[in-house]
């Protein structure tokens, strides 16, 4: 029988008030009722910020909540929380949204906390929680109960869990059952369920289920609430995370360990590449830039050691061979796979009809041993996406749009697999569809999944080379049973744009009530660094150069290509005379602005910047306010010097197209 816990330490409530906050830092107790209303939708990023990540050890734990936003304050300092002697955090609705980053509930347990409660977890934080040993729970009642110095029973922590989540709970985290597992100590139950239909991800789950220790896979069927082990067909990481599984991984299984299948794992330097440009005398005054190349040399070891395709910085400029998401789906993910890797938005590759889904360092870790991924079978959200997007109206303007709404918004798709369909799904392009299923992270889903059609077989024969045939199980069956359905009139969608803070502030451009000067204008990343994306600001611009438009002075316009495979595209297409022409800023492929780390990034608070990345956490993206677009609203933007559509620029008068080529000359 497990022993009862007791948490001897000091309760934090993560209140929305910065000065609630700072008196219990201060050495104040408070209620929960003088704590109201506490922090909702708290990212990772505000956990843990990301350059706070660039350690991956105890260090971690100087910097808990250092990012924390209550209305304009940061209230908490750097070693604040692990001197305050804090071991249970508490705060509101959708914990742990963002970054699938480990580092976060990581800080957390090496600042002293023991138990975090919330509202709603998001679903990779919550199983980096459990995967650590940091117990979660969404029971309030449990606060008086700890007050009291009552000692808290396992199975409170446990309940509601699947059957193989509460056995990892019980022993400590992943890692310790994996140890058991690999020794034949642990074993684990196979979903048995009577004959019945499935949906397209329920089918990829069930054929890819671990049967035994041989590596037997399939079963008949699985359904929402298994605990399952998956084999992969991809595992990956990059050098903000790989450095850190490797850590894990050698605490876990010895300092020899093997990785299983080195050839389905990959490595990519793509997160850090230009971090020795951007980094400021601040940062780098702590020291933080050693530490960040340190990451990318431990992640070479690894991969010299291991046998493991690495791709790394390109040998001829500063910059990398891309994006991890880009890659993945440009050179390896097909239909049908199971895909595993260490960031929120690895449901990129779910475009192409994989299961591709973020999970922590300690999954990868384990996953690099025993070849599996474990994984609770989610239920689907079916988002059907009725009528076409008008002209002018991307990808990018109908995820904005989602993410506004009430179903969304409220956390009713958390955890569920996100799967769209319809009439505006089959007329877009993979890279667009990629746009959909990337931002499923957004959305606070498990994963965003579009099943293959003839699209994708289009986008594997021109990206590939090669001719890829459709299985008649890739489909949903018709009568599969759905955890909840959107439908979406494309037909009446306009641009969308997203208000400074967080992703679902959405808000249609029509409706800005006042013009919005910028300062930087930023295209790139996983989202908006696509071939498709870079065609969209070639076309806003190249009407631009036509009509005697550059960008705007006093506006910086970046565009970061997603991969090398985008930047040759580009060129072959001759794009580059428009660009130059513009006077836009190209960078070589890389995350950079979009984690703050370059160019592209806010340096100054007043800063305003309108972007195509996924979320505009709190200083995602620097310390300035971050608009999300699409990549056209983007464009158009940097040519007026303030956030518009591109319909609206084209609209403009004579003499107001006039009067800004006055103040371009």
């Given at each position: 029988?497990?022993?009862?816990?007791?948490?001897?330490?000091?309760?934090?409530?993560?209140?929305?008030?910065?000065?609630?906050?700072?008196?219990?830092?201060?050495?104040?107790?408070?209620?929960?009722?003088?704590?109201?209303?506490?922090?909702?939708?708290?990212?990772?990023?505000?956990?843990?910020?990301?350059?706070?990540?660039?350690?991956?050890?105890?260090?971690?734990?100087?910097?808990?909540?250092?990012?924390?936003?209550?209305?304009?304050?940061?209230?908490?300092?750097?070693?604040?929380?692990?001197?305050?002697?804090?071991?249970?955090?508490?705060?509101?609705?959708?914990?742990?949204?963002?970054?699938?980053?480990?580092?976060?509930?990581?800080?957390?347990?090496?600042?002293?906390?023991?138990?975090?409660?919330?509202?709603?977890?998001?679903?990779?934080?919550?199983?980096?929680?459990?995967?650590?040993?940091?117990?979660?729970?969404?029971?309030?009642?449990?606060?008086?109960?700890?007050?009291?110095?009552?000692?808290?029973?396992?199975?409170?922590?446990?309940?509601?869990?699947?059957?193989?989540?509460?056995?990892?709970?019980?022993?400590?985290?992943?890692?310790?059952?994996?140890?058991?597992?690999?020794?034949?100590?642990?074993?684990?139950?196979?979903?048995?369920?009577?004959?019945?239909?499935?949906?397209?991800?329920?089918?990829?789950?069930?054929?890819?289920?671990?049967?035994?220790?041989?590596?037997?896979?399939?079963?008949?069927?699985?359904?929402?609430?298994?605990?399952?082990?998956?084999?992969?067909?991809?595992?990956?990481?990059?050098?903000?995370?790989?450095?850190?599984?490797?850590?894990?991984?050698r605490d876990a299984f010895g300092q020899d360990f093997r990785v299983r299948d080195a050839s389905t794992v990959l490595c990519f330097r793509d997160h850090l590449t230009f971090v020795h440009q951007t980094m400021d005398e601040g940062k780098r005054a702590l020291g933080l830039l050693d530490v960040a190349l340190k990451l990318d040399t431990e992640q070479k070891r690894f991969c010299y050691e291991q046998g493991v395709v690495l791709h790394g910085e390109l040998p001829d400029r500063v910059g990398s061979e891309g994006i991890c998401h880009s890659i993945m789906a440009e050179r390896y993910t097909l239909p049908g796979q199971i895909v595993a890797g260490t960031d929120s938005h690895t449901p990129h590759s779910g475009a192409l009809g994989a299961f591709a889904f973020g999970v922590g360092s300690t999954d990868m870790a384990n996953a690099w041993v025993t070849g599996d991924v474990r994984l609770k079978m989610p239920a689907t959200c079916r988002i059907v996406l009725n009528g076409r997007l008008p002209a002018g109206v991307a990808a990018?303007?109908?995820?904005?749009?989602?993410?506004?709404?009430?179903?969304?918004?409220?956390?009713?798709?958390?955890?569920?697999?996100?799967?769209?369909?319809?009439?505006?799904?089959?007329?877009?392009?993979?890279?667009?569809?990629?746009?959909?299923?990337?931002?499923?992270?957004?959305?606070?889903?498990?994963?965003?999944?579009?099943?293959?059609?003839?699209?994708?077989?289009?986008?594997?024969?021109?990206?590939?080379?090669?001719?890829?045939?459709?299985?008649?199980?890739?489909?949903?069956?018709?009568?599969?049973?759905?955890?909840?359905?959107?439908?979406?009139?494309?037909?009446?969608?306009?641009?969308?744009?997203?208000?400074?803070?967080?992703?679902?502030?959405?808000?249609?451009?029509?409706?800005?009530?006042?013009?919005?000067?910028?300062?930087?204008?930023?295209?790139?990343?996983?989202?908006?660094?696509?071939?498709?994306?870079?065609?969209?600001?070639?076309?806003?611009?190249?009407?631009?150069?036509?009509?005697?438009?550059?960008?705007?002075?006093?506006?910086?316009?970046?565009?970061?290509?997603?991969?090398?495979?985008?930047?040759?595209?580009?060129?072959?297409?001759?794009?580059?005379?428009?660009?130059?022409?513009?006077?836009?800023?190209?960078?070589?492929?890389?995350?950079?602005?979009?984690?703050?780390?370059?160019?592209?990034?806010?340096?100054?608070?007043?800063?305003?910047?309108?972007?195509?990345?996924?979320?505009?956490?709190?200083?995602?993206?620097?310390?300035?306010?971050?608009?999300?677009?699409?990549?056209?609203?983007?464009?158009?933007?940097?040519?007026?010097?303030?956030?518009?559509?591109?319909?609206?620029?084209?609209?403009?008068?004579?003499?107001?197209?006039?009067?800004?080529?006055?103040?371009?000359?």
């Amino acid at each position: 029988m497990a022993p009862d816990i007791r948490f001897d330490g000091r309760l934090l409530f993560l209140s929305a008030d910065a000065d609630v906050v700072a008196a219990q830092l201060g050495g104040h107790d408070v209620q929960l009722a003088a704590a109201l209303p506490l922090r909702d939708q708290l990212s990772t990023d505000e956990i843990t910020p990301a350059w706070a990540c660039l350690h991956y050890d105890s260090t971690l734990g100087r910097y808990a909540y250092i990012g924390l936003k209550c209305a304009e304050r940061f209230p908490v300092a750097v070693d604040a929380v692990r001197s305050g002697g804090f071991a249970v955090s508490v705060s509101g609705q959708r914990r742990g949204k963002g970054s699938a980053r480990e580092a976060s509930p990581y800080a957390e347990f090496c600042a002293g906390i023991r138990l975090v409660i919330a509202e709603s977890f998001e679903r990779t934080y919550l199983q980096n929680c459990h995967n650590l040993g940091l117990y979660a729970s969404t029971d309030f009642a449990l606060i008086a109960r700890i007050r009291a110095g009552e000692a808290i029973a396992l199975e409170e922590f446990t309940r509601g869990a699947d059957a193989l989540t509460r056995r990892i709970i019980v022993a400590g985290g992943l890692s310790g059952f994996n140890v058991r597992r690999l020794r034949g100590d642990e074993q684990t139950d196979l979903p048995v369920h009577p004959p019945g239909p499935m949906t397209y991800a329920e089918k990829l789950v069930a054929r890819a289920v671990v049967r035994d220790a041989g590596g037997a896979v399939g079963v008949d069927r699985v359904m929402p609430g298994d605990g399952v082990f998956v084999r992969a067909n991809w595992r990956f990481s990059y050098e903000y995370t790989t450095p850190m599984a490797v850590a894990l991984a050698r605490d876990a299984f010895g300092q020899d360990f093997r990785v299983r299948d080195a050839s389905t794992v990959l490595c990519f330097r793509d997160h850090l590449t230009f971090v020795h440009q951007t980094m400021d005398e601040g940062k780098r005054a702590l020291g933080l830039l050693d530490v960040a190349l340190k990451l990318d040399t431990e992640q070479k070891r690894f991969c010299y050691e291991q046998g493991v395709v690495l791709h790394g910085e390109l040998p001829d400029r500063v910059g990398s061979e891309g994006i991890c998401h880009s890659i993945m789906a440009e050179r390896y993910t097909l239909p049908g796979q199971i895909v595993a890797g260490t960031d929120s938005h690895t449901p990129h590759s779910g475009a192409l009809g994989a299961f591709a889904f973020g999970v922590g360092s300690t999954d990868m870790a384990n996953a690099w041993v025993t070849g599996d991924v474990r994984l609770k079978m989610p239920a689907t959200c079916r988002i059907v996406l009725n009528g076409r997007l008008p002209a002018g109206v991307a990808a990018k303007d109908l995820v904005l749009h989602l993410l506004r709404l009430p179903h969304i918004r409220e956390g009713r798709a958390l955890g569920q697999v996100i799967e769209y369909c319809g009439e505006a799904v089959d007329a877009m392009n993979t890279d667009e569809r990629a746009t959909l299923t990337n931002m499923a992270a957004e959305i606070g889903g498990f994963t965003g999944l579009i099943a293959p059609d003839a699209e994708t077989l289009r986008f594997i024969s021109e990206r590939r080379g090669f001719t890829f045939e459709l299985e008649s199980w890739m489909h949903g069956d018709a009568d599969a049973v759905y955890g909840g359905t959107l439908e979406v009139d494309c037909d009446a969608l306009t641009p969308m744009l997203a208000r400074p803070g967080d992703p679902g502030q959405g808000v249609a451009l029509a409706e800005l009530e006042a013009p919005v000067a910028i300062d930087i204008a930023y295209g790139g990343s996983c989202t908006g660094g696509k071939r498709e994306d870079l065609e969209r600001y070639h076309e806003v611009l190249a009407w631009g150069v036509a009509h005697g438009l550059r960008v705007s002075t006093g506006v910086r316009f970046y565009l970061q290509f997603g991969s090398v495979d985008v930047r040759e595209y580009c060129e072959r297409q001759g794009m580059g005379e428009v660009f130059r022409a513009s006077g836009v800023e190209l960078v070589e492929p890389g995350c950079g602005a979009c984690i703050n780390a370059g160019p592209g990034a806010s340096v100054r608070a007043g800063q305003v910047t309108i972007s195509a990345v996924n979320r505009n956490f709190p200083g995602r993206s620097g310390p300035g306010a971050v608009w999300l677009a699409s990549p056209a609203t983007v464009a158009a933007s940097a040519l007026a010097g303030r956030i518009i559509g591109f319909a609206d620029l084209k609209s403009l008068t004579l003499g107001e197209l006039q009067a800004m080529r006055k103040a371009h000359a």
